[in-house]
């Protein structure tokens, strides 16, 4: 088998990345790597403490593990990648084995963030979308899936995604080699996407 080519897809929190990644994955039979299993393990904290960390910081995840697990897919070796529970801010038992692919898809906030990381991306997407729409999905994603308030999900917005937002991920648009907008429809978005691969 040829090397694999890795599409990394970065941006803003719930601009889209996911539900691109997925459109993608279906189409190219490849696997997804979700740098979001990548947090930090904070087991050793108390539960108050966790959740007042910044989790929209790069210093936030692992980025050690990031690189080693990127560089076996981009080499053709199958990996585990961790599982994260975000009630708890833990890292949990088990993991999912992710296996060799012609193509294998990195998504995640902070995907063309790390010069060696990006440096191993065959393509690389940046999607974004207005504040207004990352905000609304977030609070339905984080109230449904990570046991939150839309009051808490409104402070963490305002308090640490914008500004980490603007500090971390939105320099990283200039690395991309396309650049999408999550609020479009996604057979278009994928469609252009699958235009340059």
Not at 38 to 67: C, G, H, W
Not at 102 to 118: K, S
Request: proline share 7%; aromatic share 6%.
């Amino acid at each position: 088998m040829a090397a694999p080519h890795l599409i990394g897809i970065a941006g803003p929190s719930c601009a889209g990345k996911t539900e691109l990644a997925r459109w993608l994955a279906a189409r190219l039979g490849a696997p997804v790597l979700n740098l979001d299993h990548y947090y930090v393990d904070m087991t050793d904290l108390p539960l108050k403490e966790r959740a007042q960390r910044n989790f929209d910081e790069p210093a936030a995840l692992e980025s050690s593990l990031i690189l080693t697990h990127v560089h076996a897919l981009a080499t053709g070796k199958q990996i585990e990648e961790p599982r994260y529970d975000f009630a708890t801010h833990t890292r949990v038992a088990g993991g999912t084995l992710i296996l060799p692919s012609p193509h294998v898809i990195i998504e995640g906030l902070f995907a063309l963030y790390w010069p060696e990381v990006r440096a191993l991306l065959g393509t690389r997407l940046f999607v974004e979308a207005p504040d207004e729409v990352c905000l609304a999905r977030r609070t339905e994603r984080d109230v449904r899936e990570r046991g939150r308030t839309p009051e808490s999900v409104r402070r963490q917005f305002e308090a640490t995604v914008q500004p980490m937002a603007r500090q971390y991920l939105l320099p990283t648009r200039d690395f991309a080699d396309l650049v999408l907008c999550g609020a479009d429809p996604i057979d278009s978005l994928g469609a252009r996407v699958l235009a340059i691969l």
